[in-house]
Every structure is written in C-alpha cells, then in structure tokens.
C-alpha cells in the first residue's frame, strides 16, 4: 500500500513567535484542507540494463560520506541520471513510459540534454582559450600585447561566468524533467491498467456464514468499538477513534507482526513522521495534478509521511555501504497520512479509507543482483502473515499501469470482505531496483577488489561503487486488517473471534462480545 503517482498538499500551521523560513521550493499549493498544528522547524545544511536509465555517468549525485553519521542535506539535489542510455535507448523507454501511462516529456528531455552537451563543450572551449591566454602572460610582452591578452582575458572570462550560469538553469530544468521518468519496467509484468493485472495466489477460501453478514460499521458500532461522528466533529472527515478491544486488536496486531518478522532477521523501527519534501522526491514520489496523497507543510520543506517507505528510505541517505553490511532489512512502525483525493463511493467507508492509521513496513536494502530474490521473500512473507490470521485473499502481479513511478514491478495481495462483498487491498510489495537509491544517493563499494594495490602507486584499488536496490512491502496496515478481521470472525450471536495468534497480544481475549447496556 505505498504511495504511487502521488502529489503534495498543503498543509497549513498555525503561526508561531519564531521565524520559520518560507523559501523552500517544495510547498505546493493550492491549499485544499486545513489542520492547524504548532511546529518549529530546525534548519540543517542543507536499471540491471533495465535500470540504467538512472545511473550516474552524465550527471553525478552528490558526493556521498563512507562514514553514514556526517551526511549533509544539499538545498537542492540532482538525480544520479545517464540521459545517454536514455537516448540511446529511446525506443524503450518511450515505450515505457506509454505502458505506465506516464506524463514524462522524452522528447523535451533529450532536446535539453543535447544543448547540456553543447553548452559543456563551449564552456570547455572558453576554458582551453583562458589558458592559452595565461600561458602567453607568463612571457615577455610588449605592454600593448599584454593589455590586449589582459582583456582577452577579461572578455573570455565573462563570457565563461555567463555560460556556467546558463548550464546550471539548463541542468535545473533537465532534472526536473527527467523525474517524471519512471522507472524501467520486469518483462513479465501485464502490460495495460489494473483490470490487466494478473493472479499470481489464491489462498484460502470465503468464510461460509448462515446468517446474514454485517459490514465492520455495523459490527463496530454493536459491539463500541469505535466512533466516527466524534472524530468527524474533532478533526473531520475520514478520521476516528479506536475504542475498548479495537484498541487492543490494533496493538496485537502491531506487536505480533513486528514478532513474526523480527524472526525473519529484520531490524525494528520507528521514524519520524515529518520529513523534508525532497526526501518524499527522491524516494520518486512527484506532485501530479490535483490528486493529491501527501500533505506538505506551509511555509517549510517538510510533509507528513503517507507510508514508512519514505523516512526508512531515508536513513542512508548520500552514504556508501562497506558490501559486508548488506543486506540491511528494516520493519517499521509509523502512523501514516494520506489526503485520500479522489476517492469517492464503497470504498471510502468506514476504515476502509482514512487519513492517518498506523502501519508496520517491511524494508530492505540489497545488491542489484539480489532484489528479485529478496522481492520474492518478502511476499511470501506476507502471504505467511495473512494466512495464519485465517485470511483468503489473493496475489496479484500489477500490470503497468498500476505500478506507479518508483516500482519495477509490483505485487498487491487483496483479502475477501465479506461485509463489503470485495476483495479489498491489504498490502503491495515492490522491488524499486536502483530508481531509489541514485536519487538518495545509497551506494555499496564491492568488497572483493579492497586489498587489491596499484603495484606503481604504492596504494590499495578500492572497486567502484554501486547503488543499492531498495524494496518495500507492507506487513500490516491496521485499519484494513481490522476490517478483515471482524467481517470474517463475526459470528451469529454478535460477537466476533479472535484468530489464535493474537490472543497472547491481547492478554488471553478470545472473542469480543457485545457490552450490556
């Protein structure tokens, strides 16, 4: 369930009697919702083939530290990109982007990578002249000669001033460019939209109910679960609160997956949930149109997280990993806020669709030439998970035009309903490849070639570096999970079970019942 072609949304705070900078680049309106909310911003300094598309041989991504603890926030940043590949790949990924039904303008960035090119090679023209030019200084000169070189100089100089400015506005608007690029595409995904998708798993099968189903607001209500015209009277709509056993069924759920895949060899996590917008970007996020899933924060460089993906993308950022670390699997536990824009009918009821719940994310950090292996563990991950709480759903394997910008390819699983009388989506795993991290700026240096030394130098020939694949799949998102489980587990008296591997979460409860008036 992560974020796709998603937007940024304004969100406005109330004004505090501090100074908080309003020149960041990444606010974006117009302002659709409100929340007020009281925050001090603290300033710091600022494909395979396949994936190529976004290496870092034409325009380098900033210098990255082998020591992770002194990163350096850049104010602005550029993408690790290899426009060449793009080019001389073109037919491929124009049609990429067709198949992802993407808005990304390939001729308009070719055309300006061509005239970076051309302008790199005046600027290094200018740059050759300026030193024939001191050369000739350093001789005897007749003073009319050197007043001549003085301003032959003085002229090739500004000259060259006024072309590096021309190439840094020229690099700024092919990078913003080629962000609207997505990301290369596996072979065996569905071509078309998400009717194309392709089940991959059914497991399980509809619970069989002899009585007539009730819907999880109708089940939350009888049994007090939880309240939405409070939560609608105190912060709007599609928020609510969790009360008595939901509140406790949420934590169990919380508590037994970290368990579960903490056994998987995963590191624990919880992480901020303010972020700057350019980390929501560099994780491939971008604003399109008006159907927003981000909310910003006004007047600042910081949003608030719609999945975990971002900040625990984010922890390694510009560094370079030793390869002996690797790889580094991370399961996180965050809330989460999405502006839910555009969504409209049965889908929207009830805790089918909010804005914040909380969820637990599953991360990981790998060589390229282990991704589609780790993309495979971390399904079937989830489908373990899924089926020991009783659930039946279905894998889905995502056709193009449902993967969203990051993804090389993507799998959702959606469990039966029976209240909704759907199969609703409770989780997507996604093998990003290197899209992430040449944005991020997440690399490895190869171990193998270390202790290898340059015979003439006298010193040790490191290997060059690579760039992470990062993958991220969702182990639980709580409000989707509570309608599974009561719409499943309701029984004929009212009351609703509890599937067994809970219990011991939920300090022994087996069933919730009724409450006595």
């Known amino acids: 369930m992560g974020l796709q072609s998603t937007s940024i949304r304004t969100l406005k705070l109330a004004a505090l009697p501090v100074s908080i900078s309003s020149s960041s680049r990444f606010v974006f309106r117009p302002v659709t919702k409100t929340l007020t909310a009281a925050l001090v911003s603290r300033r710091r300094p600022p494909f395979t083939l396949l994936a190529r598309a976004l290496s870092a041989q034409t325009v380098q991504a900033a210098p990255a530290t082998e020591v992770s603890d002194n990163k350096a926030l850049r104010p602005q940043w550029r993408a690790a990109i290899d426009f060449k590949w793009i080019r001389d790949n073109k037919e491929a ?170 056994k998987r060899g ?72 999405r502006t839910e824009a555009g969504a409209a009918g049965m889908a929207t009821r009830g805790l089918y669709r909010v804005h914040q719940f909380s969820k637990v994310e599953m991360f990981i950090l790998c060589r390229g030439e282990e991704s589609d292996s780790f993309h495979e563990e971390l399904i079937q991950l989830e489908e373990e998970l899924f089926s020991s709480l009783g659930l039946h759903f279905k894998t889905l394997d995502m056709a193009t035009g449902d993967l969203g910008a990051p993804a090389y390819r993507k799998f959702d699983i959606e469990a039966w309903m029976p209240g909704f009388g759907w199969y609703g989506e409770i989780s997507s795993a996604s093998n990003c490849t290197d899209y992430q991290s040449r944005r991020l700026g997440i690399r490895y240096r190869p171990s193998e070639s270390q202790s290898t030394t340059n015979p003439k130098k006298g010193k040790s020939n490191l290997s060059p570096t690579q760039f992470v694949h990062t993958l991220n799949a969702t182990a639980c998102a709580v409000p989707r999970m509570l309608v599974c489980l009561l719409e499943n587990y309701q029984q004929e008296d009212g009351s609703v079970i509890i599937p067994d591997p809970l219990r011991p979460f939920m300090g022994g409860i ?8």
């Open 510 to 517: 087996s069933h919730i019942s009724p409450k006595s008036r």
């Open 93 to 262: 990924v124009a049609a990429n982007i067709k198949n992802r039904n993407s808005n990304a303008n390939l001729e308009l960035v070719l055309q300006l990578y061509d005239k970076m090119l051309n302008l790199q090679k005046e600027a290094e023209r200018l740059r050759g002249e300026r030193n024939v030019v001191a050369n000739k200084m350093k001789g005897k000169l007749e003073p009319l000669q050197r007043q001549k070189l003085i301003e032959e100089g003085k002229n090739l100089k500004e000259g060259l001033m006024t072309l590096e400015e021309d190439l840094i506005k020229l690099r700024d608007e092919l990078q913003g460019e080629v962000q609207c690029i997505p990301n290369m595409t596996h072979p065996d995904v569905p071509i078309g939209g998400e009717d194309s998708s392709k089940i991959r798993n059914l497991v399980g099968s509809q619970h069989e109910f002899k009585f007539p189903v009730k819907d999880h607001l109708q089940l939350g209500k009888e049994l007090d679960l939880f309240d939405f015209d409070a939560a609608a009277e105190v912060s709007g709509s599609k928020f609510y609160y969790l009360k008595n056993e939901a509140v406790m069924l949420e934590m169990a759920l919380i508590n037994w997956t970290l368990s579960e895949v903490m």
């Open 266 to 337: 995963f590191t624990p996590l919880t992480t901020p949930e303010i972020v700057r917008s350019s980390v929501v970007e560099k994780c491939g996020f971008q604003p399109r149109g008006e159907n927003t899933q981000v909310y910003s924060i006004e007047d600042s460089d910081q949003c608030l997280i719609g999945t975990a993906e971002i900040p625990v993308g984010g922890i390694h950022m510009d560094s370079i990993l030793p390869e002996s670390l690797l790889p580094l699997k991370y399961v996180a536990f965050s809330h989460c806020f």
